[in-house]
């Protein structure tokens, strides 16, 4: 079965670092575009930052210079390491698999496969 | 990047057709075929029901279209059933390599 299970969230004090595990099973990581994706408690979708397959990376402006996205191919796990945290990061966050090809058309922002999300609170 | 702009709400009554539009600028919708949209029930992850501004994934309703025309993507769903009632957002590739979420739309089946 295709699926994503996020891991890590908890309650962390302004200014602290948490990182988050997203963990899939029936496809690779590593050959696909992976992408996080918060929702802060009430509030509407907000993207925060894609690995291609290739190794680019890319970043919202909110998170950039504070969260760094990376994967661990040997595990088959896409991580999302968090630093300098704000009240304003409080959110469930989502990892997802970005579709890059379809049919061998090339396509972008398709999120297809969707993790359950993990609470993270920052708060003192 | 600001966030791409959605209607707060829309309602129909079942058997209607309601449609949701998404405004964005030449910098993301204007300026790809690569717009997303996804249905949220309350406490569950998103769920893609088209992608490139047309394309429905399999195993999704073909009640369920959408369409482009300049900086405007919409969201068209027909026949409306009750299980349709749920947060509808859309998303789009922009220009930077980001990709941005329109602020979400409450649909409510009266």
């Known amino acids: 079965e295709v699926q994503l299970v996020e891991t890590g969230g908890g309650l962390i004090q302004p200014g602290g670092s948490l990182r988050l595990s997203c963990a899939a099973s029936?496809?690779?990581?590593?050959?696909?575009?992976m992408s996080w994706v918060r929702q802060a408690p009430g509030k509407g979708l907000e993207w925060v930052s894609v690995i291609y397959s290739g190794g680019s990376i890319y970043y919202a402006d909110s998170v950039k210079g504070r969260f760094t996205i990376s994967r661990d191919n040997s595990k088959n796990t896409l991580f999302l390491q968090m630093n300098s945290l704000r009240a304003e990061d409080t959110a469930v966050y989502y990892c997802?698999?970005?579709?890059?090809?379809?049919?061998?058309?090339?396509?972008?922002?398709?999120?297809?496969?969707w993790g359950p999300g993990t609470m993270v609170t920052v708060s003192s | 990047q600001s966030a791409l702009t959605q209607p707060a709400s829309v309602s129909g009554s079942p058997g209607q057709s309601v449609t949701i539009s998404c405004t964005g600028t030449s910098s993301d919708i204007g300026g790809y075929n690569y717009v997303s949209w996804y249905q949220q029930h309350p406490g569950k992850a998103p769920k893609l029901m088209i992608y490139?501004?047309?394309h429905r994934p399999s195993g999704v309703s073909n009640r369920f279209s959408g369409s482009k025309s300049g900086n405007t993507a919409s969201l068209t769903i027909s026949g409306l059933q009750a299980e349709d009632e749920a947060d509808y957002y859309c998303n789009s590739y922009t220009t930077s390599t980001t990709r941005v979420f329109g602020g979400g739309t409450k649909l409510t089946v009266l």
């Open positions: 029936g496809f690779t990581v590593s050959t696909n575009y």
């Open positions: 490139d501004v047309s």
């Open positions: 997802a698999r970005e579709l890059s090809m379809v049919r061998g058309v090339i396509t972008r922002a398709a999120f297809d496969i």
